[in-house]
C-alpha cells in the first residue's frame, strides 16, 4: 500500500515543475537588482566626475543681460519706525542675445563629460517713459546709484573680461555693489555683474545697452528671458543637443556639423512683471531657453533600459528551456535553471563594463554573443543533441536581437515587449497542450519519458 501511495504521489509532475522553474525564474530576476545596484553606483560617480569637471570650467551656466538696478528707500512713517532699503528692476522692452559655443569632451578615467566655450552679446532696449511707476507706494529712488545689471551662474567660468557698451562708451562689468540688505546673489539665484548708469531719468529717451561675455560650462548653456520681449539665437559645433527649459525654439537645424537655433519669447508668455523687486530675477530661472550638450554614447541609460527588461527576458530564457525539457523528453535539473540564470546575470556585468570603455553598441554584440554561445554550448550538452544545440542558438540569438531592438526602439518598447510575451505562452501552450501535468513529463507527439 506505501508503495501504491508514493506512486500516486506527484514527485514527477511537470505542472509542479513549471511552477519551481517560475520560482527560480523570479528569484534569478532579483539578483539582477544587484546589477542595478552597481549600475546606479557607477552612474552616481559619472555623476561626480561630472561636477568636478564643472567646477574647473563652470558648470551649467544661465545667463541674463543687461537690466536697471535703481536703489531705493522708504522713509519711515513715524519716530517708531524704521526706514526700508531695497532695490527697483526694469526689465527692457527688448531683449536681443546670440550665442556662439564650440564644444569638446574632456576625460577622466573611463567617464566623458562634454563642456563648451562660448561668445555672448546680450542686448537691451530699455523704455524709460514711465520707468519706476511700478515702484514700492511712498519709495524714493535714487537714480544717481543706478546700476546695469547681467548675471551669470558662475564666474569663475570667465575666460576674458566682460564689457558692457552704452552710447559707444566701454565699460567693465564688475562684481555689483550692495544694493539691498539682503544680499543680491541670494535674492536671484545669479552672481550679477554691473556697471554704473548715471545721467538716467524717467521719461528720458530709450537707451540700448549691449553686454560681451567669453565663458565656459559643461553639459548645459542657457539664457533668461529677460526682456519683455526676447529674441535668441543659439548656434554651436556639438552634433547631438536638447532644447530644454521654459520655452522651445521657434525654428532649430541640426546636422552632424552642429546646430543653430532661435527662440522668441512675448512678454506675456514670460509671465514676469516688466519691473519690480529684484527677487523677479529668480523667477525667470523657469524659463530659460537651454541648450544641452548631449553625450549619446552614454552607456549608462542604455545599460538600465536593457536591465528594466531583465525580469521579461529571464522568464523567456527559462520558458525556452521549459519547453525544451518537455519536446526532448530529457529532464533538466533546477541546479541547471540556476546556472542558465546566472549566465545571464553575467551578460548584464559584462554589458556594463565593456561599454563604459567600448560603447554599448559594440558592448552589447561582445556580451551578447558570448551569452549565447555559452548557453547554446550547454543546450547541446545537456539534451545530448547538436540538433537542440542549433535551436536553442537560433532562439536566445533572436531573443537578444529583440532586446537591443527594445534598447533602440524605445517608443515602441512595450509594444514589442507586450508580443514577444504573448507570442512565448503561445508557443508555451502549444507544445505542452498534450502534457499530462499531473503525471510525468511526455513530448507532444512520442511516449511518455521512462526515466
Keep these: 500500500m506505501a508503495d501504491t501511495l508514493m506512486a ?8 509542479l515543475k513549471l511552477l519551481l522553474v517560475c520560482l527560480l525564474g523570479f528569484v534569478m530576476s532579483l539578483a539582477a537588482l544587484f546589477v542595478f545596484l552597481l549600475l546606479y553606483d557607477r552612474t552616481h560617480r559619472a555623476e561626480q566626475v ?6 574647473v570650467v563652470g558648470g551649467r551656466q544661465a545667463f541674463m543681460g543687461p537690466v ?5 528707500v522708504i522713509p519711515a512713517a513715524g519716530k517708531d519706525d524704521k526706514a526700508v532699503f531695497g532695490t527697483h528692476v526694469i526689465f527692457p522692452v527688448q531683449a536681443d542675445a546670440t550665442a556662439a559655443s564650440r564644444s569638446e569632451v574632456r576625460r577622466r578615467s573611463l567617464f566623458k563629460v562634454p563642456v563648451w566655450t562660448a561668445d555672448l552679446t546680450l542686448t537691451s532696449t530699455f523704455d524709460l517713459t514711465g520707468a519706476g511707476a511700478l515702484a514700492p507706494d511712498r519709495a524714493q529712488l535714487d537714480w544717481s546709484r543706478a546700476q546695469y545689471l547681467v548675471g551669470v551662474s558662475d564666474p569663475r ?4 573680461e566682460a564689457v558692457l557698451e552704452v552710447g559707444g562708451q566701454a565699460l567693465a562689468l564688475a562684481p555689483a555693489s550692495r544694493l539691498a540688505v539682503d544680499g543680491d546673489n541670494a535674492r536671484t539665484g545669479l552672481s550679477l555683474l554691473g556697471a554704473p548708469a548715471p545721467g538716467l531719468q524717467p521719461g528720458g529717451p530709450p537707451v540700448v545697452v549691449s553686454a560681451r561675455l567669453a565663458f565656459s560650462g559643461a553639459q548645459r548653456l542657457s539664457v533668461l528671458p529677460w526682456g519683455k520681449t526676447t529674441l535668441y539665437k543659439a548656434s554651436g559645433d556639438w552634433p547631438h543637443p536638447s532644447f530644454d527649459g521654459g520655452f522651445l525654439p521657434v525654428s532649430r537645424d541640426i546636422s552632424a556639423e552642429g546646430f543653430t537655433a532661435t527662440w522668441k519669447v512675448p512678454f506675456i508668455a514670460r ?6 523687486e529684484l527677487s523677479l530675477v529668480s523667477q525667470l530661472d523657469a524659463n530659460a531657453l537651454g541648450v544641452s550638450f548631449v553625450e549619446l554614447t552614454n552607456p549608462y541609460q542604455s545599460v538600465g533600459r536593457s536591465l528594466k527588461y531583465a525580469p521579461m527576458f529571464m522568464g523567456l530564457v527559462f520558458l525556452a528551456f521549459f519547453i525544451f525539457e518537455t519536446t526532448t523528453g530529457r529532464r533538466v535539473h533546477p541546479a541547471q535553471y540556476v546556472l542558465i540564470g546566472l549566465a545571464q546575470i553575467v551578460f548584464y556585468l559584462l554589458l556594463l563594463s565593456i561599454a563604459e570603455r567600448i560603447g554599448f553598441d559594440l558592448a552589447f554584440l561582445i ?9 547554446s554550448a550547454y543546450s547541446t550538452a545537456v539534451f545530448a543533441s547538436r540538433r537542440q544545440g542549433l535551436i536553442a542558438l537560433a532562439a536566445f540569438t533572436l531573443l ?3 532586446i537591443y531592438g527594445l534598447m533602440r526602439l524605445e517608443d515602441l518598447a512595450l509594444l514589442i515587449g507586450a508580443l514577444t510575451s504573448f507570442a512565448a505562452i503561445a508557443a508555451a501552450m502549444f507544445f505542452t497542450r498534450r502534457m499530462d501535468w499531473y503525471g510525468a513529463a511526455a513530448p507532444a507527439a512520442g511516449p511518455a519519458d521512462p526515466a
Design 8 to 15: 500516486r504521489l506527484p514527485r514527477r509532475s511537470m505542472g
Design 50 to 55: 561630472s561636477e568636478e569637471i564643472g567646477q
Design 68 to 72: 536697471l538696478a535703481v536703489p531705493y
Design 157 to 160: 567660468g570667465a575666460r576674458s
Design 271 to 276: 509671465g514676469v512683471a516688466a519691473e519690480g
Design 367 to 375: 556580451a551578447a554573443g558570448a551569452t549565447v554561445a555559452l548557453i
Design 400 to 402: 537578444y536581437v529583440l
